[in-house]
């Protein structure tokens, strides 16, 4: 058995994006909205997981489950139990208030349901009751959306997040480097997960106004200003949010220039872009091992591309 149980949460236009990170966090997908795993990733990390349970105990026998939780013997103060519901429970509202209830008698302690120490969870998924310790997706990260400086083509939180977890593969080590950082939407989100992230933009203000942002959150990184091209040190993965539209207008060239600059100084790039770039990456010397495209809501017409490409050979 599994260590842990994620849930995931996603609007359908992000359903393929939330599959390819789950691809590179636990080398799986999701299924039915869930994923079992003996990865350990904090649910705050990902914008789609919505929470990790770290079983405790399990069994295809709901008595046997509550006598094993109460030879645990757990004495805690203010805890709470909640019953989640996943795909295929029919278990009826009375009943599943009744199981709360048992579970609450099989613990020593007072509950606290407004401001809990712990918080357990009970579910049931395919023919097996869990019984687990509840880690919710606790979405600090929203108050990046409050930042002091932001750009009118900045990607969405969603995708910056996403990003850097595909970029990182779940390895906080990892050096990576934003390419082209605009004002630091997804330097913001790797900050917050702890990655280690560089950023890069050939634009002065953006990069002071990227600065800022980082600051505002007491986040430390580097920003270089400068064209991708002049950067020599090397990095583990780059993101690179390709420019496009009015006002960051790129041509062809441009966007050659950009990708095959940034894969002289990496094996690993994953890249945004609003158009087919798939002859340009492979002109480069990668390959494009994953894909995803992530439409905007409510525009049809409009879709972001993203590559994950690596190093041929
Ligand atoms: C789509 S925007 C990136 C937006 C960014 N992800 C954000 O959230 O703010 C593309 C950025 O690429 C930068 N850029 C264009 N050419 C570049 C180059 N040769 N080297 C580095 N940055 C470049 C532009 O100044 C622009 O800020």
Known sequence: MNK??????CDITERDLCKLESRYIFN???????LFSDIKVEPSSSAFIRSRLDII?????????INEIKKKDIRVEGFKVEYLVFDGDTTEYADRLNKLRDIGFSIEGDTDYYSPTITYALCYYEGVWYFAVLIKNNIAWHKHKQKPCSFSNSISVNIAKALVN?????NKEKKLLDACCGVGTIMLEACFAGNN??????NEKTCNNARKNLSHFNYTANVYHSDI???????EAAIIDLPYNLFTSATDNDISHIIESTAEITDRLVIVSTSDIRNLIINTGFRISDYCSVSKRGKVNFARKIWVC????
Do not use: P
Request: charged residues 35%; proline residues 0%.
């Open 229 to 235: 091209k002049d950067i020599s040190k090397r990095y």
């Open 166 to 170: 595909i970029a990182a593969k779940a």
């Open 310 to 313: 690596e190093k041929n050979g």
């Open 57 to 65: 105990s399990f069994s295809e026998d709901y008595s046997t489950l």
């Open 28 to 34: 799986k997908e999701e299924q039915n909205k869930l």
């Open 4 to 9: 842990y149980i994620y849930s995931f949460n």
């Open 197 to 202: 992230i560089e950023g890069c933009d050939i």
